[in-house]
């Protein structure tokens, strides 16, 4: 399926990587944001997808949409609550491959101290030496989830009808990752 050279543990390189999010505010826009990687790793099974895995922590406090004042908001207890809950955390249960480049992976996303499990579609983006001699393999991919399901319930009722911030937030991530020597 895969050139077997895939096979093997890699450890993402942050400072290439992003995952992010994006949410309706006030019924007319979206605000998009991202949360800093503490660690990630993947292990890739090219001959047998399903005993690949992966594990990522994100910073809570790192919390980062362009905006200071939201982005101090967002850390509080109304959102992510980030002094009691400084990590999100995914840890896979089970990788497919639906065909070609397509997979999707399943696994336990908590977020403020609430566990759920997710399906996440994943595109293989490739393979690359990078110039320092690195083998790199890329993956994008999101999702969209419920915020209330995870706790965060913050809301505001808008003057005009609606509610300010969406229950739906997408969640999207592209990675870079470095295979381990």
């Known amino acids: 399926m895969y050139p077997s050279e895939l096979t093997g543990s890699y450890t993402v390189d942050p400072a290439h990587s992003r995952f992010g999010f994006v949410a309706r505010h006030a019924m007319v826009t979206k605000v998009r944001g991202s949360i800093p990687v503490k660690e990630a ?8 997808p399903a005993a690949s895995s ?27 609550d980030a002094a009691n809950h400084p990590h999100l955390t995914f840890d ?33 983006t490739g393979t690359t030496v990078d110039a320092q001699g690195l083998a790199r393999v890329g993956f994008e991919g999101g999702t969209v989830i419920n915020r209330k399901d ?5 809301n505001a009722v808008l ?18 990752a470095i295979k381990d020597a």
Do not use: C
């Open 41 to 48: 790793t993947v292990h890739l099974d090219a001959a047998d």
């Open 159 to 176: 003057e005009t009808g609606g509610m300010l911030i969406s229950e739906t937030v997408t969640l999207e991530f592209d990675l870079s």
């Open 92 to 124: 896979s249960t089970d990788v497919k491959h639906l065909h070609g480049d397509s997979f999707e992976i399943t696994g336990e996303l908590t977020i403020r101290g609430v566990t759920r499990r997710v399906t996440l579609p994943l595109d293989y």
């Open 150 to 154: 995870f706790g965060v319930n913050y």
């Open 54 to 80: 992966a594990h990522v922590v994100l910073e809570a406090a790192g919390i980062h949409t362009g905006n200071t004042m939201r982005d101090d908001h967002l850390r509080t207890g109304d959102f992510l």
